[in-house]
């Protein structure tokens, strides 16, 4: 096993390269360096203690897992030590974990930082020689946009990727779903494109993404003039003969209404006249206008008799003609409703009887 390899599994943050306790330089500190440093860090040991003790302990747990052959597990607690404490131990041994797992660009990358990073030129040097091994090893994807278009967005499997990038880019082996829409801020201007692929080790995937067209600004919307249901000629005819009907009848109910209140008009002459005859008292008329005056009276019952009559013919007509208005087929089909009521007026007892008429008119 490499050096590297050794740094990996035996030392953790705060344990290698000679950053621990005793490390270069630490006796030739003064004692009062030291206690000005003391004093500074007072107020922050307590939450980067908290920090450094939590990343140890997950450095040592994921250790323990990828010895484990518990690779995936491994891989999340040592992401998780490094996002706590930079540490260049914790960082091989999540690139040594990655390569196992397959994720062959997530550990080149890794090993390339330590090739940069690592704090002695022989750790820098077996950091380079891993990243050299994978090489071979390294699937890549270049992007072939089909027109120029700034306002593109790329993203492979939801992190978004460089659309003018002019190299492949190594990625981890396996699927890949791409998409690409226009965006202007945050608003989407065209429709989005996706597509599916797989990529294995040692691979190169040319992904070609077509011209995607600015969607068209929505117009404002065209007003659509709005008809009522369709009438049959057939029920336009029943409608208006039902109307003529009713006119009719009303008519013939107003004509009877004039004749009725002519007879009753001669009726009240006529009693009138009687009442003259016996000097306004009939029940006491003199025996010279009493047979005159019992004639009168006769008339006038009569003409009432017959303006009672016609008036009542004339009300019933009335009622038909509003009935045959209010029942003619309705141009929008809503039904006419037709109810008797019985009840009483006001309060003196007296019954009456009706009829409800509900619906279109």
């Not at 939801?158 to 791409?178: F, H, W």
């Not at 429709?191 to 077509?210: D, F, R």
């Not at 509003?322 to 309060?347: D, F, H, N, R, Y």
Request: charged share 20%; with cysteine; proline share 6%.
């Amino acid at each position: 096993m490499m050096r590297i390899d050794r740094l990996q599994v035996d030392r953790g943050p705060g344990r290698e390269l000679g950053r621990g306790p005793g490390g270069p330089g630490a006796l030739g500190r003064g004692l009062g360096l030291a206690l000005v440093l003391a004093a500074i860090a007072a107020t922050a040991a307590p939450a980067r203690a908290d920090s450094h003790t939590e990343a140890v302990v997950l450095f040592d747990q994921g250790i323990k897992d990828l010895r484990a052959g518990r690779i995936d597990k491994a891989c999340n607690e040592l992401q998780s030590s490094l996002e706590l404490v930079k540490d260049s131990g914790t960082k091989g041994a999540l690139a040594r974990c990655n390569g196992l797992a397959g994720r062959v660009a997530t550990a080149w990358i890794l090993w390339r930082e330590l090739a940069d990073t690592a704090p002695k030129p022989d750790l820098r040097s077996d950091a380079a020689a891993q990243a050299a091994k994978l090489e071979a090893r390294l699937p890549r994807y270049t992007l072939k946009i089909a027109a120029p278009m700034d306002d593109l967005v790329v993203e492979i499997n939801g992190r978004g990727v460089a659309s003018n990038m002019l190299v492949p880019v190594p990625i981890d082996p396996g699927k890949l779903t791409v998409t690409a829409v226009r965006r202007n801020g945050d608003r989407d201007i065209s429709q989005l494109w996706s597509h599916e692929y797989a990529i294995a080790e040692g691979q190169t995937l040319a992904i070609e993404i077509p011209k995607l067209a600015v969607a068209a600004k929505p117009g404002p919307a065209a007003v659509v003039p709005v008809h009522g249901p369709e009438v049959s000629s057939d029920v336009e005819q029943r409608r208006h003969r039902r109307h003529v009907l009713a006119a009719v009848l009303g008519a013939v109910a107003i004509g009877a209404g004039g004749v009725s209140g002519y007879f009753g008009y001669d009726a009240s002459s006529k009693y009138s006249d009687a009442k003259t005859s016996c000097n306004g008292m009939i029940t006491q008329c003199p025996g010279a206008g009493l047979r005159l005056s019992a004639q009168q009276v006769a008339d006038a019952r009569s003409s009432a008799n017959v303006s009672t009559g016609v008036g009542i013919g004339a009300g019933a007509l009335a009622l038909v003609a509003i009935i045959v208005w209010a029942t003619a087929p309705s141009l929008e089909q809503k039904p006419v409703a037709i109810a008797p009521t019985v009840g009483t007026a006001g309060t003196t007892g007296i019954g009456s009887v009706g009829i409800v008429l509900g619906g279109a008119f």
